[in-house]
């Protein structure tokens, strides 16, 4: 009984780090979603959630994941941003967090900004970096949200219906 209680624990805690993590940049949310959805399947003896639903809610971690590394890139490359200027736009969203919306709006362009200036005088360039770092962070962040609210969608319907 107390084990089933710790297991129940353990999933709730996995599963709200990953709905977190979905949007905070430091946290792999997709992967600590799937581990809390797959212990709360594990809690119930995989009786009503098995193997394919396992697999597809895997796969749209993966997808999760690798959407917010491509998205990330694309935004920086399209827009000639160096590697700084990204991670300069991922430490300015997490800081960001602190300031509320306004934060959340311009933490990763400032990020990717001061990034860029890091490895180039040149301003008008810099704002572009940062531009497109800031653009790809939020098309990453905007698949992984998607993509973890339909993993909680497809589990609860397999669950429940």
């Known amino acids: 009984m107390i084990v089933t209680t710790l297991t129940w624990i353990l999933a709730a805690v996995l599963v709200v ?3 977190a993590g979905l949007i905070l940049p430091a946290l792999p949310g ?8 797959w212990v709360a399947a594990w809690a119930e003896g995989f009786v009503f959630v098995g193997a394919k639903t396992l697999i597809a ?5 993966a997808l999760a994941s690798l959407a917010d590394f491509v998205a990330g890139a694309f935004g920086a490359r399209r827009y000639g941003a160096s590697p700084r200027s990204i991670a300069g736009a991922a430490l300015g969203a997490l800081i960001g967090l602190f300031f509320g919306l306004p934060g959340l709006l311009l933490g990763p362009f400032i ?5 860029e200036l890091s490895t ?3 301003l008008a360039a810099a704002g572009r970096a940062g531009w497109g770092a800031t653009i790809g962070l939020a ?6 949200v998607a993509l973890g609210f339909a993993m909680l969608a497809l589990f609860l ?3 429940f219906l």
Do not use: E, Q, Y
């Open 120 to 122: 180039r005088a040149d």
């Open 57 to 61: 809610l895997a796969v749209m971690a």
């Open 17 to 19: 780090a990953g709905i």
């Open 157 to 159: 319907a397999v669950r």
């Open 111 to 115: 990020g990717a900004l001061l990034g």
């Open 139 to 144: 098309l990453g962040t905007a698949a992984k």
């Open 30 to 37: 997709p992967l600590l979603l799937f581990a809390g959805l």
